[in-house]
């Protein structure tokens, strides 16, 4: 499938090096981005679906690098269908396992952890719930775990290993463990902060830089947040991910934000949800955090969007996140809302508003174009003009 946005006001990257590219279209084909910028008539007409972006601005897809997914489109945790489904008319095209915790009765011998990611990371191999893609299936790190276990796992595809809710003894337990799956290719979380589900346990910098995870979850809290004090040890005194989360604290968020921009870090710093939790399921969970880093943090706002796109991308070794030639076609089109007061998408958002959602494409496929029905309508008029495939992609009326 061909498919091109035209008539762009704004592009942003997701590089927060290189936040914007000049031009107004892009074209995408066979789910990869062919083009960012400029594109001849003939490239622009050749295409099945042409998207009139009405001067609207485009950003990657959003990377929720921590969801609570299950089994399906369901979460346990809240009893609610189809959360993922409407995380993508919040702009989130991608999520990322943070383990299946929440499957009711989840075993946690070896056999029985083991088993749980290599069926969840299957599961949603082939499962694309509103055209999101899910990494899922992140083994849980138990006590009698070996690394021939971690070694199998990983041979059968599972590549994301989670630390924090295991029955150790101490935080410190894990250490040999995370060094077994990093040695085995995986990329390794770990819970950080105080205990967010009875039977596990506070996680702080001292434990953290101890095991040497690539990324700290919700090391703002989740939902609570470790001392203060281990904020600098975790920017300066190691090289792991930052990640800040919806469901935890917003001061050390806004906290962490400054520290990893005044100290040249920012590729650490990642945007994720941690949800659906105690917290609640939030379609609209990384258009706040960026709206809340743009307007209460003083972070430029294409910043605080590379941290929710192309810095999750590259500590994950993914393919998207980023509007540039060659990377998975996973496109947003965002404008500021009717009946506020700002005229752009980037504007609203440094306003402390969310954006309107005008079209999510993802694999260069239209999801929908024109009406979110998560967030209100945008002020410019995003429409198909050109459709050669029978599908309707707008919505009807709230």
């Not at 999520?95 to 083991?114: L, N, T």
């Not at 880093?293 to 993914?318: C, K, Q």
Request: proline share 5%; hydrophobic share 40%; charged share 15%.
């Amino acid at each position: 499938m061909k498919t091109a946005i035209v008539n762009l006001g704004t592009i942003v990257t997701g590089d927060w090096r290189e936040p914007f590219a000049t031009g107004d279209t892009i074209v995408m084909h066979d789910g990869k981005i062919v083009s960012v910028g400029t594109a001849s008539a003939d490239a622009v007409s050749a295409c099945d679906v042409v998207i009139d972006a009405g001067g609207a601005t485009a950003t990657p897809g959003l990377i929720d690098s921590q969801v609570h997914n299950t089994f399906g489109d369901y979460t346990p945790r809240q009893k609610t269908v189809g959360f993922l489904e409407s995380y993508v008319h919040g702009g989130t095209t991608t999520c990322i396992s943070a383990s299946e915790v929440h499957v009711p009765g989840r075993p946690k011998d070896p056999a029985g952890v083991k088993a749980l990611a290599v069926a969840a990371k299957k599961c949603f191999d082939d499962f694309r719930p509103g055209g999101m893609k899910v990494y899922a299936g992140s083994i849980i790190l138990e006590p009698g775990l070996t690394e021939a276990d971690i070694a199998d796992v990983a041979s059968q595809g599972v590549w994301l290993a989670k630390a924090g809710f295991g029955g150790v003894m101490t935080p410190f337990d894990y250490v040999p463990m995370i060094a077994w799956a990093r040695k085995h290719g995986m990329i390794t979380t770990v819970h950080t902060g105080g205990s967010s589900i009875p039977g596990s346990a506070g996680i702080w910098a001292e434990h953290l830089i101890a095991m040497n995870p690539h990324v700290s979850f919700h090391v703002n809290g989740g939902p609570v947040a470790m001392p203060d004090e281990g904020f600098p040890r975790m920017v300066h005194e190691s090289e792991i991910a930052l990640q800040v989360c919806t469901a935890g604290n917003l001061r050390t968020t806004l906290l962490l934000g400054r520290m990893t921009m005044e100290s040249d870090k920012f590729d650490r710093f990642l945007i994720a949800t941690d949800t659906p939790t105690g917290s609640g399921i939030m379609p609209l969970g990384m258009m706040y955090t960026i709206t809340h880093l743009a307007s209460l943090g003083d972070m430029p706002v294409e910043w605080a969007i590379a941290a929710a796109t192309g810095n999750n991308a590259a500590v994950y070794g993914l393919n998207n996140g980023y509007l540039k030639a060659g990377k998975d076609a996973d496109v947003l089109v965002l404008d500021a809302c009717v009946g506020g007061s700002k005229h752009n998408a980037l504007d609203a958002l440094r306003n402390g508003d969310i954006a309107a959602v005008a079209a999510v494409v993802t694999d260069g496929v239209p999801r929908f174009v024109g009406r979110s029905r998560n967030t209100p309508a945008s002020m410019k008029d995003v429409r198909v003009v050109q459709n050669r495939v029978p599908q309707d992609y707008g919505l009807g009326k709230h």
